[in-house]
């Protein structure tokens, strides 16, 4: 039952995080990992909403509790990639990225934060082939949101 | 710059410039409902304390950076205009809106005495108030579109093919622009908005070059004039429609666009100098647009505020327009026309 709970907490947290409703989102998503501290997706969502609101240290160390429940979650590699790069650690964020589009090859997200990072690190040639696939990826999502809309 | 998402450096940097010239700050801020060409409240328009550039929630890549990065440009021409000189814009007034009104009513009347099934009248009312309204915020627009275009294609080279697959969805929903109306409001409105938008991606398709870009490539009911000899343009039934002469009339526009944009430096260093000289070419180049499409007594340049203002008071406007073309045919004008 505590399982379920916390699903229906995470999913009411992320309500309020769609909606940039931050604090909100926090104590929803504090109410389920204090019934499920094992559910690798309270802890992910809860870094999301850090990230968002500039708490990188903490977004960092949720995202890491949500790898270590999950060794395949890609999403919670991606979110990680996204801390350090904010963290300006963008050598670990290219890893933290490609750990995540190993898992998933079509995270358009995790291809921008790695060409950005290798941007950084003046990986240039790399960083551009990264943000090709992060284009090619993005378009595709572009014109679904179109057809959804033409379709609304 | 106040972000938490990722920037990839050069946009990084060109909005960290940005500020610097302007002696400002800009936030970036996604939201789920942004408009898909993003949208721009800065301080030169509106009484806020810094600019803000929204943009649509999926956009996580690089066509946020490309929306950034225009919306950066159009800000330095903005700004510039600000701290050099005055920053205006196509303003109305009740006197500007009567001009404009009337004349598309004029216009409606002799294409509606070619019709067999004739427009009721509180359509042609609705249509001469959102007519008159588009003609507005197009030209407060568009000629703006072509200027920070090529300025970011000749200095943000890293993002070219976001770019370029950017604008030809823009040039396809433009496009689209209108065509539920095309048989209900006067030809000649129609026409010269497509020629507007035409010209635009035509000046486009130069600059970047994109072939893909040309409206007889990228727009499929303009594909049938492409490759064709003037003489069997000219002997067929396509001179009549109206895509045909939206082409004739939007090269002319081009011209006009090509002998301003002709004079500026895309690659010269970012000033306040440079981008003031590009403002008052930009303005040069909509008033030659307004002259040509003869809307001269339709719009005044006026500070973004007596825009604003207009915009609170257009339907009193267009009430005063529509009562003194009808007279007393007409009781309750506002009902209907405040739509647009």
Redesign the interface.
């Known amino acids: 039952m505590t399982v379920k709970e916390a699903e229906e907490l995470i999913r009411k947290g992320r309500a309020y995080a769609?909606r940039t409703k931050y604090k909100e989102a926090i104590a929803y998503y504090e109410r389920a990992l204090a019934l499920d501290p094992d559910n690798p997706s309270g802890w992910y969502h809860r870094a999301a909403v850090f990230?968002?609101?500039?708490r990188?240290t903490e977004a960092l160390a949720d995202c890491e509790r949500a790898i270590s429940l999950n060794q395949n979650y890609s999403d919670a590699w991606s979110k990680k990639g996204?801390a350090l790069?904010?963290l300006e650690r963008y050598e670990e964020s290219v890893v933290a990225c490609t750990r995540a589009l190993a898992l998933n090859g079509n995270d358009?997200?995790a291809?921008?934060?790695k060409?950005?990072c290798l941007?950084?690190l003046g990986r240039n040639i790399e960083a551009?082939e990264a943000?090709?696939k992060?284009?090619e990826l993005?378009?595709i999502?572009?014109m679904e949101?179109e057809k959804k809309k033409i379709g609304r | 710059m106040k972000t938490e998402m990722p920037l990839s450096k050069p946009i990084r940097l060109f909005v960290s410039q940005t500020e610097n010239i302007l002696d400002t700050e800009i936030a970036l801020l996604r939201n789920p409902e942004a408009d898909p060409n993003g949208t721009l409240v800065d301080v030169y328009t509106y009484n806020i304390e810094k600019n803000v550039i929204l943009f649509p929630a999926h956009y996580t890549g690089l066509l946020k950076d490309f929306i950034i990065a225009r919306h950066c440009v159009h800000l330095l021409i903005k700004g510039a205009a600000a701290k050099k000189s005055r920053y205006l814009v196509c303003s109305f007034t009740g006197g500007s809106v009567y001009h404009g009104i009337h004349q598309i009513y004029i216009d409606a009347l002799k294409d509606e005495a070619k019709k067999e099934k004739k427009l009721p009248v509180t359509k042609l009312i609705q249509m001469l108030s959102i007519l008159y309204t588009n003609f507005n915020d197009d030209i407060n627009e568009l000629p703006w579109n072509p200027i920070t275009n090529a300025r970011v294609y000749h200095r943000m080279p890293q993002i070219r093919k976001t770019q370029l697959y950017y604008l030809m969805k823009e040039g396809k929903v433009d496009m689209d622009d209108m065509m539920e109306y095309e048989d209900i409001i006067p030809r000649r409105y129609f026409v010269l908005n497509k020629a507007m938008f035409y010209a635009r991606d035509q000046y486009l398709a130069k600059t970047l070059p994109a072939d893909e870009l040309m409206p007889v490539i990228n727009i499929p009911q303009m594909k049938k004039f492409n490759h064709l000899e003037v003489k069997e343009m000219l002997t067929t039934r396509w001179t009549h429609t109206s895509w045909y002469q939206s082409k004739v009339f939007g090269d002319t526009i081009l011209e006009i666009m090509e002998k301003y944009l002709q004079k500026i430096d895309w690659n010269a260093e970012s000033s306040l100098d440079y981008f003031h000289e590009i403002y008052q070419l930009g303005v040069r180049m909509t008033n030659h647009f307004i002259s040509y499409m003869s809307m001269k007594d339709w719009f005044v340049w006026e500070p973004p505020k007596h825009l604003q203002d207009a915009q609170a008071r257009k339907t009193e406007y267009v009430d005063e327009a529509l009562k003194k073309i009808f007279g007393d045919l007409i009781e309750e004008p506002s009902a209907d026309n405040t739509q647009g």
């Open positions: 769609s990230i968002e609101t500039g990188n996204h790069y904010n358009a997200s291809w921008y934060i060409g950005v941007d950084e551009q943000y090709g992060s284009l993005e378009i999502l572009d949101a």
